[in-house]
């Protein structure tokens, strides 16, 4: 099974393009890697305020949370 949804990352990058590392990551969440894709130019234009020589829009797989992982833990429940 593939994944649930794809996200933009926004990359620093060093002169030339390497050297990069992910700065941000976008809260929007898109169905397929198409439409992600698709909207990699406008998400790079809307985040272009970060201080490094480039800048990169990309396109990751996002991580679905089971249902146990999305339950509270013990130590973060009310106690009372």
Do not use: W
Request: hydrophobic share 40%; with cysteine.
């Amino acid at each position: 099974m593939g994944p649930g949804y794809f996200v933009i990352a926004i990359l620093g990058c060093a002169d030339g393009g390497s050297a990069c590392r992910p700065v941000a990551t976008l809260q929007t969440h898109y169905a397929t890697q198409a439409q992600c894709a698709a909207a990699e130019s406008a998400a790079l234009i809307d985040n272009s305020n970060f201080d490094f020589p480039t800048l990169v829009a990309r396109c990751r797989a996002g991580e679905t949370q089971s249902a146990q992982e999305l339950k509270p833990s013990a130590d973060k429940r009310r106690r009372g």
